[in-house]
């Protein structure tokens, strides 16, 4: 339909000859064939007066004749009388007078007024010379050229005779100054300014005492107090952990004279004087101005919106002003004090940003984060200030709460600081504190630590809101809403704010609704017995301290850390761990061993947060306290608890810096340079005057960012939160789900992760006690050696919960294999009830060591009912048996027969023996664990098959697939570690493994080849051989001494991604594992609660595979028990962080649009959309596919990349850059097209016949309707492109909300433009006129109400043929756009590009 090549050149020489005065050509003077244009008729036009010095030179028609008794006067009427009010009223002088009036005007009097005239052929851009020739030939004026001039420009003389009074702009009006708002206006300005003056003077005198005493209190203490008054720093290190214990130093403030509490410092004089014009704008003012507009600017509406612009522009500034010094405001009209005698405390706390860095930054990165970090630091926008008011105990004693902790005032120290009691760190010591605690002590320590309870207080919705609207987006778009609303924009300023509340709804409502969740979780409260006075109490849990003695009973709630000191219990912790099956606490024994909840210790602490599924008293023992209750040491409380730290860590977060925030920064400033450019735009294209400059400009600037933007970012991670949920997968911090999106490592634990759940019990192989070899490998557990079946019977944990056994699942299968029953009445810690068939008789455990990693064991003392004797069976990791066992008792091959057993994928425990001296049970608590475990006789080795769960293998296929490099970190052995990871496919078939291990991480390592069993002096050599994928075909796996070491030299960072498996892994090593992952790459780790619960905090994304609902340890967690969930998570997190910069996108391009060709149009012809366009364009097209890109699904698959999140990057800037572009060229090359039709040229809008400042008159035109239909189509088309990007989302054709409503739109729009005028267009003003004007064009009489139109013509309507031409070519457009991004953004383009230049930043093989 056009010629592309002559347009383009068109379009070229449209944008080169753009000016102030559309110098490419003149308004209605040639039409499309370069002939002058015969213009219609302009009737009823009026005439300018005749004037002159004496009135017998008036024309004949013109010569004034008045009755007897009156006369001819000055203002060109007869009167009776000529007064001096009826002189000065003189048409000719045009409203000059005295020194203004020019001296050749001063004896100018009218002729009588010219009727009103019709102009057959007027000339728009001729328009003076037309009326001056048709008003002359009226009054019969032969040759006016020559004997006629113009008033200021040809005076009297000569030939001329006569002037025609076009009289020059009236100079404007403008302030004196000293009326009365202006007066009130210095009056409160100077008011506040004094105040603030004297109080600012006053504060400094009134504070040199306090800060005197404080510099030389602190003068030579490492801490000290900090410049800003009224502040204490409080240092919570989020990588650190909150360490309550740590005492701030804390200054008070006290309330002044000034203000009873706290005080914002506002200037509302200038916000007063922006509100009252706007009832002056409009006519609203009351009293003697009521329906007067402007009347306050002396009738001038332009001197009314510079007023406007000036009190907005100052008010603009105060308020960023504001916004910026909002932290110390607060507390600046309050006193500094000293600590004691404050009533407020003002704690400020450093943020320590978490970067999740992906690659290095560029300069301009560099140089905009350097900049934009010390502005942080300038304007103190790097920590968080919080006033908290000073309160009293009932004993007088001060105190503030802070994050749900409780500081109190140290009368020692001078200081405030959370209080912690001492409880001792020695088993004995805890256990001599049983008898409770007297009321009186309660009463201190209740005191001192505060309440038991944690409190989350979740804002009711007006406070949501108000706290979502005070962050700087909503203060830009509600500045420029502000002057929306004065300038007759306040439609559009509905629909915008209409909009921001939409936005702000959506963010309030997905915040409040996870601080309502985190509030049921970490809220609560019960009824329990405590020991308090020698008695028994039903005390609630919030008046719970430390040291309390509570019964444990079943059902109960935890709400506090404590100690097991006598009796057994059974906890359910998936809610704070994730382990998924419940676990069995022991009390503390009687001895001076040290009390380590890291590490033994945790095996007797019930952990705030756990629900007790069963107790067990224990009545008779060796080496625990005996009680018919089972009691608990009260330890920790409220935010003190394991529990409590959690709870803050999700309440008061660090912010988490992605690389999209890294680089929106940039974005930033060049949309602050592109508003530069608009307004400079502004200024060059627009032939308004500069006050509708101004304000066009300011819309322009506003638009550039929409106000849907923060809804958009935040939608796309609610609606995979929700999608999420649905797969049984729960989050507690919906901001990980970006996150999660970019995962490049998933760290995954083995047992219960990979593997099942219940290891298989393979056999046994036992040791001959006479030969000392191995007997050979049975998998009849019963026809092993008695003692060997005893210890299979006895050295575990396990217990029984109603029929259902618990504790450790590879204590839970041994159990099972020996066939044994547990007495639910047992005289000592357990009775175990061997088989039948072995007639083994009772046996019952007198004394139990818990499994603790440090150890790698774990032992009993057994009393063997049917022989009265003591035994001691000791289990644990063959390498940790082989060491305390006697030399005698190991065979000669039992290293390679263990590996043999590792080899085939099993778990391999050993056993140990010995038979104590005593037989009395009583003398069993005289013992050490060292000293019981010694000298103990190997007695074999019990294996287990590890078995990988079903879709384990297909997991970790899909997460290969998707890029995502997967590691073991686990507890077992290396080689059966390299066993599973084998068959699961995380090592790839015919790989060659290496093992590096050694005894101490003070060896040296030494490395061996699985497969060969040789040993590896050098393994640079087998890492350097690459395969056909360019990567190593060797893998490495480490012991976890070995991993100490390669930590220790360094040597981990050059290791870390040749190496798979991470064995025999601590927690701590765990933990160090993953945060050496974070270093390089973003990291998941994965696990199933217990141990893995560090290393789930750590990682950047957690996910534990528990059966509870949610799990505060990380923040994912999964009721499905499988590796699968993690590919789901990553599969949805990926959809939403692609849905999210797909809004993004659209939302950028709505913006180009919208301030580009647009504006530009808009500035060049002094035109505008309709207001109703405005509203559906707003309300209905940006929101609605807003709204509905995000409704995408997921890809069925993890795509081989990961969605961007560089708003910077090749495929944004490639996407945003040829949408934009193509959109631009488009609407450029349709006006070139316009501009050749024969029905627009001759019926121009001219902006010389319009007035600039009202806006909403500008759309009754061509130029107008073509620009609406082009940036609607493109509006629309933008939230239709963005929807591609199968990659990580669905097919574009399988989001039918978004096919709905695009479908909807466009038959809505086509219909404007194809159809004849119609109501829907009319209420559009599109396509549409006046009555009279579409009944000329044969369209019948219109029945429904049309407004008259602002244009000569009447109206706006496009030829029929034209109209389809439009439509097509806007379809062309949408095309064009559409192919970019399906063969360049996402098609082969793409893909070749990949193959070039690929973008894969972690180069490590998956």
Not at 674 to 702: D, E, H, P, Q, R
Not at 892 to 920: I, M, N, S
């Amino acid at each position: 339909m056009f010629g592309l090549l002559p347009r383009v050149v068109a379009v070229l020489a449209l944008l080169v000859t753009v000016s102030a005065f559309q110098l490419w050509h003149d308004v209605n003077r040639y039409d499309a064939h370069g002939n002058e244009c015969l213009y219609r008729e302009k009737s009823d036009v009026v005439c300018s007066r005749l004037c002159v010095t004496d009135l017998s030179s008036c024309p004949t028609s013109l010569q004034p004749s008045c009755p007897d008794n009156q006369s001819f006067c000055a203002d060109g009427e007869c009167h009776d009388e000529c007064t001096d009010d009826i002189q000065a009223q003189n048409p000719c002088h045009c409203s000059r007078s005295g020194s203004k009036l020019p001296s050749e005007a001063q004896n100018l009097v009218p002729c009588l007024t010219i009727p009103n005239v019709t102009i057959q052929q007027f000339h728009a851009w001729n328009s003076e010379e037309d009326i001056r020739i048709a008003c002359g030939a009226e009054a019969n004026i032969t040759d006016q050229s020559k004997t006629v001039g113009v008033w200021d420009k040809n005076w009297i003389g000569g030939d001329i005779e006569a002037v025609w009074a076009e009289c020059p702009a009236a100079p404007t009006p403008n302030y004196k100054y000293n009326e009365s708002y202006w007066i009130a206006t210095y009056a409160v300005n100077g008011a506040l300014a004094l105040l603030i003056l004297v109080w600012s003077v006053y504060k400094g005198f009134a504070e040199q005492s306090v800060r005197a005493a404080t510099l030389n209190k602190t003068s030579g203490a490492d801490n000290k107090h900090p410049d800003s008054p009224g502040s204490a720093v409080y240092d919570q290190n989020r990588d650190k952990g909150y360490n309550l214990s740590e005492k701030p130093l804390v200054g008070g403030v006290t309330k002044t004279p000034l203000e009873n509490g706290s005080v914002d410092s506002t200037d509302p004089a200038m916000p007063n004087s922006c509100l009252h014009g706007y009832p002056d704008y409009y006519g609203s003012l009351p009293g003697k101005y009521s329906g007067k507009l402007y009347s306050l600017a002396y009738g001038s509406d332009n001197l009314e919106l510079a007023t406007f612009l000036i009190l907005w522009g100052i008010s603009f500034i105060i308020l960023i002003v504001l916004y910026v010094l909002k932290p110390h405001l607060r507390n600046y009209f309050r006193l500094l004090a000293l600590p004691s005698k404050g009533k407020y405390v003002c704690v400020v706390r450093p943020l320590h940003e978490v970067k999740v860095i992906e690659e290095n930054t560029n300069w301009l990165q560099h140089y905009i984060n350097v900049f934009t970090g010390w502005l942080q630091v300038s304007l103190s926008r790097d920590k968080e200030y919080t006033t908290c008011p000073i309160e009293k105990t009932s004993e007088g004693r001060i105190y503030f709460t802070y994050q749900c902790t409780r500081y109190v005032f140290d009368e020692q120290t001078q200081q405030y600081a959370p209080y912690e009691f001492d409880l001792g760190t020695s088993h004995r010591r805890l256990i001599q504190q049983a008898d409770g605690l007297s009321g009186a002590e309660v009463a201190y320590r209740l005191e001192l630590v505060g309440p038991n309870f944690i409190e989350v207080k979740v804002p009711s919705i007006p406070a949501a809101f108000a706290r979502e609207f005070v962050s700087f987006f909503y203060l830009y778009q509600l500045i420029f809403l502000w002057a929306f609303y004065f300038y007759a924009y306040w439609q559009v300023g509905l629909v915008d704010t209409g909009v921001i509340l939409l936005s702000a709804t959506i963010k309030v409502v997905l915040r409040v609704q996870s601080e309502r969740r985190l509030k049921q979780m970490a809220e609560q409260e019960e009824t329990t017995p405590v020991k308090r006075d020698g008695e028994w109490l039903n005390v609630s849990t919030r008046d719970l301290v430390p040291g309390d003695v509570i019964e444990v009973t079943t059902g109960a709630h935890m709400s506090c850390d404590c100690v097991l000191l006598s009796g057994n219990a059974i906890m359910n912790e998936s809610s704070l761990t994730g382990e998924p099956l419940p676990i069995r606490k022991f009390p503390v024994r009687i001895d001076d061993s040290h009390y380590n909840v890291a590490e033994a210790g945790k095996m007797s602490t019930l952990f705030a947060g756990t629900v007790v599924s069963q107790v067990q008293p224990v009545t008779k023992s060796t080496d625990s306290l005996e009680s018919d209750r089972v009691l608990a040491l009260v330890r920790f409380t409220g935010t003190m608890s394991d529990k409590g730290q959690l709870v803050r860590r999700i309440l008061f977060p660090n912010p988490i810096s992605f690389i999209f925030n890294e680089q929106m920064r940039i974005v930033v400033c060049i949309l602050v340079l592109y508003s530069i450019f608009v307004m400079i735009m502004a200024t060059y294209l627009y032939k308004g005057n500069s006050v509708a400059i101004a304000f066009y400009g300011i819309f322009a600037i506003a638009q550039l960012l929409s106000p849907l933007l923060p809804a958009a970012l935040v939608i796309g991670q609610s609606v995979a939160a929700t999608r999420l949920r649905k797969k049984k997968i729960y989050c507690v911090d919906p901001q990980r789900i970006m996150t999660a999106g970019k995962v490049q490592v998933l760290c995954a634990d083995k047992t219960g992760t990979l593997t099942r759940d219940n290891l298989e019990h393979y056999g046994g192989r036992c040791i001959d006690p006479a030969t000392g070899k191995f007997i050979e490998f049975t998998s009849d557990l019963l026809a092993t050696d008695r003692l060997f079946q005893q210890a299979v019977a006895s050295c575990h944990a396990v217990a029984d919960l109603n029929g259902q056994l618990i504790g450790n699942p590879v204590d839970i299968e041994q159990f099972r294999a020996s066939k044994a029953t547990i007495d639910p009445q047992p005289e000592y810690l357990d009775a175990i009830q061997t088989a039948p068939d072995t007639n083994l008789g009772k046996i019952h455990v007198v004394r139990r060591f818990q499994f603790v990693h440090a150890r790698a064991s774990m032992s009993v003392v057994i009393l063997d009912e049917s022989t009265g004797k003591l035994h001691v069976f000791v289990k644990g990791s063959f390498e940790r048996l082989k060491a305390i066992s006697s030399a005698r008792s190991v065979p000669a091959d039992y290293d390679e027969a263990c590996a043999d057993l590792a080899r085939e994928g099993c778990y391999v425990l050993a056993f140990a023996h010995k038979t104590l001296d005593t037989a009395d049970p009583a003398r069993v608590g005289e013992f050490t664990q060292d000293e019981l475990e010694s000298g103990c006789d190997m007695l074999g080795l019990l294996v287990f098959k590890n078995m990988l769960k079903s879709d384990t293998a297909q997991a970790i296929a899909e997460l290969k697939h998707g890029s995502t490099r997967t590691v073991m970190i686990t507890g077992d052995t290396a080689l059966t570690g390299i066993v599973i990871a084998r068959q699961c496919g995380m090592i790839p078939e015919n790989t060659r493994v290496l093992l590096g291990e050694c005894k101490t991480p003070a060896d040296e390592i030494q490395w061996v080849d699985v497969d060969t069993r040789e040993p590896v002096a050098d393994i640079q050599p087998h890492l350097a051989e690459l395969g056909s994928d360019g990567f190593s075909t060797t893998e490495l796996a480490v012991g976890g001494a070995a991993f100490e070491r390669l930590c220790a030299t360094g040597e981990i960072d050059t290791l870390l991604f040749k190496i798979r498996v991470f064995a025999r892994m601590k927690p701590t090593h765990k933990v160090e594992c993953v945060e050496h992952h974070m270093k390089y790459a973003v990291t998941a780790m994965c696990g199933d609660g217990g141990n893995d619960s560090l290393a789930l905090r750590a990682a950047h994304v957690g996910i534990a595979l528990s059966d509870a609902e949610a799990s505060i340890v990380s923040p994912f967690s999964a009721s499905n028990r499988s590796v699968m969930s993690c590919v789901e998570l990553l599969r949805q997190s990926r959809a939403g962080l692609a849905t999210s910069f797909a809004n993004f996108t659209a939302l950028i391009c709505y913006g180009q649009v919208m301030s580009g060709m647009l504006k530009m149009a808009s500035f060049y012809f002094s035109i505008s959309l309709t207001e109703n366009l405005w509203m559906l364009i707003d309300g209905a097209i940006a929101t609605g596919m807003m709204l509905t890109i995000s409704l995408s699904g997921p890809a069925e698959r993890l795509a081989p990349s990961r969605p961007t999140s560089r708003i910077l990057g090749p495929q944004m800037l490639a996407s945003v850059g040829g949408i934009v572009l193509m959109n631009w060229l488009f609407s450029a090359m349709s006006y070139v097209w316009l501009f050749r039709q024969d029905w627009f040229r001759c019926n121009e809008h001219s902006a010389a016949e319009s007035e600039a400042t009202k806006w909403w008159l500008q759309g009754d035109n061509y130029e107008s309707s073509i620009m609406s239909f082009v940036s609607t189509f493109q509006f629309i088309n933008n939230g239709f492109v963005v929807n591609y990007g199968y990659l990580h989302r669905a097919k574009w054709y399988k989001n039918y909300a978004l096919l709905t409503v695009w479908a909807f739109l466009m038959a809505f729009v086509s219909y404007m433009l194809l159809a004849d005028p119609n109501q829907v267009g009319c209420a559009f003003r599109l396509n549409c006129g006046t009555s009279s004007a579409l009944e000329g064009l044969g369209y019948g009489t219109p029945t429904w109400k049309i407004e008259p139109y602002n244009s000569p013509l009447g109206h706006n309507v496009i030829p029929q043929a034209s109209r389809y031409k439009l439509w097509g070519y806007c379809l062309g457009n949408m095309a064009a756009t559409n192919l970019w991004q399906i063969f360049v953004i996402n098609g082969p383009v793409r893909r070749l590009l990949q193959k070039k230049k690929p973008l894969r930043r972690l180069k490590v093989k998956l």
